[in-house]
């Protein structure tokens, strides 16, 4: 864990070596200082000689000067250091995440991935700039403070030695301690996250159903549980600290007591005893320096597990080692035998068979939940199959790089997702570098052309969150704008007209009729008249493909697809 974290200084060797060889300097000039003013006091003082006294002085101005620039350097760039390691790991997450295969999200809650981005990630930076660097010379300043106190006087060094053991046995169990009880409060918040999350893009739901009040309480549930794990931590640290500061003092207290005694009786001089309170300030400071790090740590490396652990999970669906790179395929579909189950207790298709040749259009209908969406996923690799094939033009799509496949497939769904930002950025997610003209004649194909006129602000027109809000039927429209710059071999269209009523049903079919030109088309469509003149019927039930056929041939056939005919239109 230690060794991968390390890893991440890598890019940034030079930022850590200037940070840190100036980090080493400072430690080393506070060691000095002390030294410096006991010489002063012992014998510079009584020599009266006041050239040297003033030369000395200007001297040791010169190294707070030096000293305070260093630790400004120490500071500024540290702390660049920790948070240019914590950009590269946010990076790294990001595009982790978006590798990930649908199962993946299937099965993690939003409002985890979110925090793990954001908030896990917030307190490593701090580890990264503070961790090695206080840890080294922390011990550095330690071990050298002791020494010195020991050069100065071993009786005094010893009284001050006592305190180590139980000193290192306090830090040792609180930082346990600690460790569990951030991990708890990276756990709890992201629970707290996913709460938002549901129930705000369900705001609709909750609303309708007036169970605001069913929401603030499991929501503060959550928020209570988070609470209690962060406040947990926070009392263990609390502990550590007061009885680390309760130890440091009581030190300085006994040195003071048995050095005024040594004094005293004239075993120790004045610079002495002033020098030997000095080292015990010095030797303190690295001990606050690492309790603070007890905090850090834990709480930094807390987020770099949940970090690490999103890092190692591999995306399932991924490219073979020497798969192809696809272009301009021409769209025969042939699956073989193909089985598929979202979980290993249930097969949700078995052994289907199924040849689309090039530029047919093909429509599944079935009861819901037969697995036609289940189908068409497969195509382009949202997840892979678990027993037979899939080949388009006779090549596996398991040997195609996902990258070209996808590029060479478009799908329409019933709900469309739009992007934060202009009616021109939404269209041009279809083709991200296509040109104005592009645009306006894809547009213009999804019959969206006088409704983007209408608009004050036209294509610049902002839609999502803060801008126009649209219709299923413009949404729809936008959709197949895409498609047109896209321009896929391949087709999907999954319900895409299931929402909308019968008029804007009409015009999108149209758009949607133009599309599936020179395309293989797989139309999933729960209203029948949408399918009427698809090249080839497929009727899927929970038993995989019950018939197949044209329309006519089926209706003929008197099966299923007849009866689900005459229950839609003879009512
Ligand atoms: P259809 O499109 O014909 O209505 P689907 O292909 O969506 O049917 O679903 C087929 C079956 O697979 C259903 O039983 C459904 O519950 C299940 N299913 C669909 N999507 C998922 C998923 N992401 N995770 C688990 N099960 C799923
Ligand atoms: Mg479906």
Redesign the pocket.
């Known amino acids: 864990m230690l060794r991968r974290f390390y890893s991440y200084y890598i890019p940034h060797k030079k930022l850590f070596i200037i940070d840190f060889s100036s980090a080493i300097i400072v430690a080393l000039l506070e060691l000095a200082f002390p030294l410096a003013v006991q010489w002063f006091i012992d014998s510079l003082l009584p020599s009266e000689d006041w050239g040297a006294i003033v030369s000395v002085s200007i001297g040791l101005l010169l190294l707070y000067i030096i000293s305070t620039f260093l630790q400004f350097i120490v500071n500024y760039w540290g702390h660049k250091l920790g948070i240019n390691i914590e950009t590269d790991m946010r990076r790294q997450l990001f595009q982790h995440v978006q590798k990930q295969s649908?199962?993946f999200f299937?099965n993690t809650k939003t409002g985890n991935i979110m925090s793990r981005v954001t908030n896990d990630l917030m307190d490593i930076g701090e580890l990264a700039h503070h961790g090695p660097e206080d840890l080294f010379i922390s011990i550095m300043t330690f071990l050298g403070a002791f020494w010195i106190m020991f050069a100065i006087n071993a009786k005094l060094a010893l009284v001050a030695l006592v305190i180590l053991p139980f000193l290192g046995w306090l830090i040792v169990v609180s930082n346990m301690k600690m460790n569990r009880a951030w991990k708890n409060m990276y756990t709890e918040i992201a629970d707290v996250n996913s709460r938002v999350e549901d129930s705000v893009s369900g705001v609709r739901v909750v609303q309708s159903f007036t169970n605001e009040h069913f929401e603030n309480n499991r929501f503060q549930a959550n928020n209570q549980k988070f609470r209690k794990a962060k406040l947990a931590g926070y009392k263990v640290m609390s502990f550590s600290l007061s009885g680390i500061y309760m130890m440091t003092r009581f030190v300085t207290l006994a040195v003071l007591v048995v050095g005024a005694w040594l004094s005293y009786t004239g075993q120790l001089s004045y610079g002495e005893l002033v020098g030997f309170v000095l080292y015990i300030n010095v030797l303190f400071k690295p001990i606050d320096k690492i309790s603070a790090l007890m905090e850090l740590y834990p709480k930094g490396m807390a987020g770099f597990k949940r970090f690490t652990e999103l890092m190692d999970m591999d995306p399932d669906v991924v490219d073979v080692k020497d798969a192809v790179e696809v272009s301009s395929l021409r769209g025969d579909i042939k699956f073989e035998g193909v089985s598929f189950?979202?979980?290993e207790h249930?097969r949700?298709l078995e052994g289907i068979d199924l040849t689309i040749s090039s530029g047919e259009t093909i429509a599944?209908v079935?009861?819901?939940?037969?697995?036609?969406?289940?189908?068409?996923?497969l195509i382009p690799r949202f997840y892979d199959v678990e027993g037979g094939s899939i080949k388009i033009d006779g090549i596996d799509i398991r040997n195609m790089t996902k990258h070209s496949l996808r590029s060479q497939i478009g799908i329409v769904q019933q709900d469309v997702f739009l992007f934060t930002g202009t009616l021109r950025e939404n269209i041009a997610y279809g083709k991200l570098h296509a040109t104005q003209e592009e645009i306006e004649a894809a547009a213009k194909r999804a019959h969206l052309e006088s409704f983007i006129e209408s608009l004050p602000f036209g294509y610049d027109t902002q839609i999502g969150e803060r801008g126009l809000k649209l219709s299923g039927g413009q949404k729809q429209r936008i959709a197949i704008a895409r498609m047109f710059l896209k321009n896929p071999p391949i087709l999907i269209l999954?319900?895409a007209t299931s929402a909308l009523d019968t008029e804007t049903e009409l015009i999108i079919q149209k758009a949607l009729t133009e599309l599936s030109k020179n395309r293989t088309t797989l139309v999933?469509a729960h209203r029948l008249a949408t399918i009427r003149n698809a090249d080839r019927i497929v009727v899927?039930t929970?038993n995989g493909i019950a018939e197949e056929g044209n329309h006519d041939e089926l209706i003929e056939q008197d099966g299923i697809f007849a009866n689900l005919h005459r229950v839609q239109y003879q009512r």
């Open positions: 649908f199962k299937d189950g979202y979980d249930k949700v599944f079935g009861p819901s939940g037969a697995g036609k969406t289940t189908i068409c996923s999954d319900e999933i899927v929970e």
